[in-house]
């Protein structure tokens, strides 16, 4: 019995924790980020040195404000110019090319939102005949695949419990199956390693 309440106590508190520990290192890694500059700050003006939430407010803020005029200087000319530079210099540096390139990629192709590009979840048969795995179209260009050109599609297959690592299968359209439900209740259902199921599925008898 005691066993049994302190499993329910765990797996019930434990999305709670696991959310707080995120929130945390987040503050952490802002706060590293803008200490030594708030720091100089106070040390310039006379001031106390602020204490540990005073440094993750600001650091916040101050995280707000730097995204709100990234986001003000690549509208105009010159914001693009130097956001093309910065391109170009990260593209030419050996080791950084690689993963920089990669990530503007996934980040412009999201920001875009094309068609297929992780919205429809699909059904596919792997890794043998008679499996059934959730996928994401991620793209319907991979002619330049094949030598007959057929009309294949790129899907991505996310692993349990961390989806972002996976891979990625190039198949015909016609072995694809589409189910209804959307990609957040596919990752949650990845996640939870086939535990919670999606949805309006859990009101089937």
Not at 156 to 175: A, K
Request: proline share 7%; glycine share 8%.
């Amino acid at each position: 019995m005691i066993r049994k309440r302190l499993l329910a106590g765990l797996f019930s508190l434990l999305p709670l924790g696991i959310t707080i520990w995120i929130l945390k290192t987040i503050f952490n890694i802002l706060i590293g980020i803008f200490k030594e500059p708030l720091f100089w700050a106070a040390r310039l003006f006379n001031v106390p040195e602020p204490n540990y939430w005073q440094q993750a407010v600001f650091s916040l803020l101050a995280m707000c404000c730097l995204l709100f005029i990234a986001g003000a200087l690549v509208q105009n000319y010159i914001g693009r110019r130097l956001l093309s530079w910065l391109d170009m210099l990260m593209l030419n540096i050996p080791g950084v090319k690689g993963i920089y390139g990669t990530i503007k990629q996934v980040m412009g192709t999201i920001q875009s939102g094309k068609s297929g590009s992780f919205k429809e979840v699909v059904l596919v048969h792997w890794p043998t005949p008679d499996s059934r795995i959730l996928g994401f179209i991620t793209s319907r260009g991979c002619a330049w695949a094949t030598d007959d050109a057929s009309e294949r599609v790129a899907v991505y297959i996310p692993t349990s419990p961390n989806p972002t690592s996976g891979l990625v299968v190039m198949l015909d359209e016609s072995v694809i199956q589409p189910i209804n439900i959307t990609p957040e209740q596919a990752l949650t259902w990845v996640v939870s390693g086939g535990s919670v199921i999606p949805g309006d599925f859990n009101e089937k008898p």
